[in-house]
């Protein structure tokens, strides 16, 4: 299946060259923070820190893993990193897909202020806690940063053999659809429920938020234009390999079966089918994932 997917992705790609080159027009965003050479620096205790981030694999849960970080780390690494577009070619994408994200959200939502992305190898320390590679990319509402590490992108290519630059600027898009959610108060009303009920309402909710950013990463791909040369079939082959790592997916690899009550991204069909959603309305209103009875 996988030889399938690689396949079809590699015709489909040449055919859309176009789309990479439309991004080559658009402006790099500066709000880029660098540490790829910087690592996570001393004075963190790594054997005592096991500190929740809010990653992408792991599910949702800023409060605690907020009141974790402030116990066990400082909330910045004090060595300062490079800010501004990166000059590599991956940085250089990333910065571009940011900078669209910028664009986008700039024009259609009045409360909007631009997250900062950093890019980092191996670890980096945010206001959640400490970030690691094997996490995924995650967003920090603390400190309203995207954490991006280019070893996930290349994952992407190498073991799930995603389209490259649309797969990854999804990665990017969905991650901006969580800071619009900090931006809109919904990360607030979700903390607020915290400890008041079940997991199994907790990880429900989870799904919902999950949900909504992908369908505000597919409001940003409507007003992109240029994902708006990519047909639905594009759209599900891409994102169902950059969502190889979804819910579904990944437990059945790791546990051999699906545990529905334990999900927090939602399946790969809910997803594309959200991210759908928001790439054909391009409404943000339309997003929303907690009225909705069936998701
Ligand atoms: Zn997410």
Redesign the pocket.
């Known amino acids: 299946m996988q030889l399938g997917l690689s396949r079809t992705v590699c015709s489909k790609r040449s055919e859309q060259a176009g789309v990479t080159m439309q991004l080559g027009d658009q402006r790099a965003s500066g709000n880029v923070e660098d540490r790829r050479d910087l690592g996570i620096g001393g004075g963190l205790g790594i054997g005592g820190v096991v500190v929740a981030v809010i990653a992408?694999f792991l599910g949702f849960d800023p409060g605690t893993a907020i009141n974790v970080a402030e116990q066990v780390a400082p909330k910045h690494d004090t060595r300062e990193a490079p800010k501004g577009a990166p000059t590599d070619e991956m940085g250089q994408f990333v910065a571009k897909v940011l900078g669209s994200t910028e664009a986008v959200w700039g024009k259609i939502y009045q409360q909007y202020r631009p997250p900062t992305l950093v890019l980092y190898d191996g670890q980096v320390r945010s206001a959640c806690g400490l970030g690691q590679s094997a996490t995924g990319p995650f967003y920090c509402p603390g400190d309203e940063k995207l954490y991006i590490d280019l070893g996930f992108f290349r994952d992407l290519q190498t073991r799930f053999r995603a389209p490259g630059d649309f797969a990854q600027a999804y990665v990017i898009a969905?991650?901006v659809g969580?800071h619009i959610q900090k931006l809109n108060g919904t990360f607030q009303k979700v903390e607020a429920t915290r400890g008041r009920i079940s997991q199994a309402e907790t990880n429900r909710i989870s799904v919902r938020m999950?949900l909504q950013?992908d369908c505000f990463a597919g409001v940003w791909g409507h007003h992109a234009g240029t994902m708006n040369q990519l047909d639905s079939g594009d759209i599900a082959e891409a994102l169902n390999a950059a969502t190889a790592i979804g819910d579904d997916r990944l437990q059945k690899q790791t546990q051999g079966r699906v545990v529905p009550e334990s999900f927090t991204?939602g399946t790969s069909e809910q997803r594309v089918r959200w991210f759908k959603h928001g790439m054909d309305s391009g409404r943000p209103q339309d997003c929303d994932t907690f009225s909705s009875n069936s998701l």
């Open positions: 992408y969905h991650e969580h999950e950013a991204h």
